[in-house]
């Protein structure tokens, strides 16, 4: 596994278990709520777009029964197909959001922690698991950037969602009023 960072290795030359115990400790706190905030992004894109499809379903309603009781076929009826299609726009967008991802968990498989590195003879065994541990930290280390990146995207579209959300009614508005201009 590639790692972005190391530590500095006269810092590792001077690490006791319980240094490398409460290093640990502190890098999967931080994974561990890296991925609560995935989870959460998550959860709330889920609630937005049900709010954008019953919004959606509603003005499909509203028109068509509109059009069909009413044969009015005018030009509230068209910026509401407009908008329609503005907020099919916006739940586009936030199905990236939900789609799965690259998203890297805490822990290792044990795989990778039957290393021969950690097993050489040259390594007292008295060393090996600082040595376990620090690899572990550099690791979540790598975990915590990679998942971080992915969360800012997540909470970036979740936050524009959010506003084009809000400005629905003014969106609205404006494409009443140029239908009502050109037509």
């Known amino acids: 596994m590639e790692h972005t960072w190391e530590a500095k290795l006269e810092n590792k030359k ?39 499809t019953t919004i959606i379903s509603a003005l499909i309603g ?25 907020l099919i726009i916006g739940i586009i967008l936030l199905v990236r959001n939900i789609r799965p991802t690259n998203y890297m ?26 040595r376990m541990y620090v690899s572990e930290i ?17 909470w970036k579209i979740f936050t524009i969602s959010i506003y084009w959300l809000l400005i629905t009614p003014i969106f609205f508005l404006l494409s009443y009023l140029f239908i009502l201009v050109v037509t």
């Open 138 to 154: 550099e690791r979540y280390q790598f975990r915590i950037q990679k998942n971080s990146i992915i969360n800012n995207k997540k």
């Open 105 to 130: 968990g805490i822990g290792t498989p044990p795989i990778n922690l039957f290393d021969d590195i950690f097993f050489k003879d040259s390594i007292p065994k008295k060393d090996r698991i600082i």
């Open 14 to 52: 001077k690490l006791v278990l319980d240094d490398v115990k409460y290093i640990f400790d502190q890098a999967e706190k931080f994974l561990i709520d890296i991925n609560e905030s995935h989870k959460l992004v998550v959860d709330r894109t889920n609630t937005l777009l049900v709010l954008y």
């Open 62 to 86: 509203f028109n068509i029964d509109r059009i069909e009781s009413n044969s009015l076929y005018d030009n509230i009826t068209n910026s509401i197909w407009i908008l329609i299609t503005y």
